[in-house]
């Protein structure tokens, strides 16, 4: 599976839009990008996911690169209950198995 | 999604004892996983449990430390087996969804384990 890379940490005010990076340069052609955050003492949970369009659901908005090598989750009005560690996974689909964790982004929304 | 419940919730075992981690989901599922996530790192995958066959071991994890059980196509359980401060950690279970071509994955609350 492609290995992803994701900063650390990053900060966002209440109100405003959430842009969370995710680099995945050796993504290949079936390999979907996933979304997923952990919110503090809870199992993760799904956010989102694409293969090459743009997603948007009730939570959020996946941008995928046209090349596919890095793509953006959006949250466009975190609020502080958004304040969790987001994980951003490369898997091919299709029945197959396990999802491999990165490191993932802390993000720390701020009133 | 399919809704997970894992017991316990938290525990705190002595040294050198074993403990039984159970994941029950409300549907029939084909794939289950255990994850491990020790504190203050990211989840990693500990093996994966089919109905039927024996669980298949990621890398640095063995049966004997981790032996794991699939009775049906709703339940499953993992045992930390002589345990020691380093298996202090969230154990969760999750199994795969139905969505189509995608791998989503629905996890349970995770058991969080303190080893003295």
């Known amino acids: 599976d492609a290995k992803t890379t994701q900063p650390p940490s990053m900060d966002c005010a209440e109100g405003r839009a959430a842009n969370l990076p995710c680099n995945h340069s050796?993504?290949?052609?079936?390999?979907?990008v996933y979304w997923y955050r952990q919110i503090h003492s809870q199992g993760p949970q799904y956010i989102i996911h694409?293969?090459?369009n743009n997603e948007t659901n009730e939570m959020a908005s996946l941008i995928i690169t046209e090349d596919r090598k890095s793509s953006t989750l959006i949250l466009p009005h975190a609020t502080l209950r958004d304040t969790a560690v987001y994980y951003c996974?490369?898997?091919?689909?299709?029945?197959?198995?396990?999802?491999?964790f990165g490191t993932g982004t802390r993000l720390q929304v701020f009133p | 999604s399919a809704v997970i419940s894992q017991k316990p919730s938290r525990d705190i075992c002595q040294r050198g004892t074993s403990l039984t981690i159970q994941c029950q989901v409300d549907?029939?599922?084909?794939?289950m996983f255990w994850y491990r996530q020790q504190p203050g790192q990211s989840l990693t995958l500990i093996a994966t449990?089919?109905?039927?066959?024996?669980?298949?071991?990621e890398s640095g994890f063995v049966i004997d430390k981790f032996p794991i059980s699939r009775p049906n196509l709703t339940f499953s359980t993992l045992t930390v087996s002589n345990m020691s401060p380093e298996d202090s950690s969230i154990y969760l279970c999750?199994?795969?969804?139905?969505?189509?071509?995608?791998?989503?994955?629905?996890f349970g609350a995770g058991s969080r384990l303190t080893v003295l």
């Open positions: 999750s199994v795969q969804g139905s969505s189509p071509g995608a791998n989503v994955l629905t």
């Open positions: 050796t993504i290949s052609g079936n390999e979907y």
């Open positions: 694409g293969l090459k």
């Open positions: 996974i490369v898997r091919a689909g299709w029945n197959t198995d396990k999802l491999i």
């Open positions: 549907s029939q599922v084909t794939m």
């Open positions: 449990a089919n109905q039927g066959s024996e669980a298949t071991y």
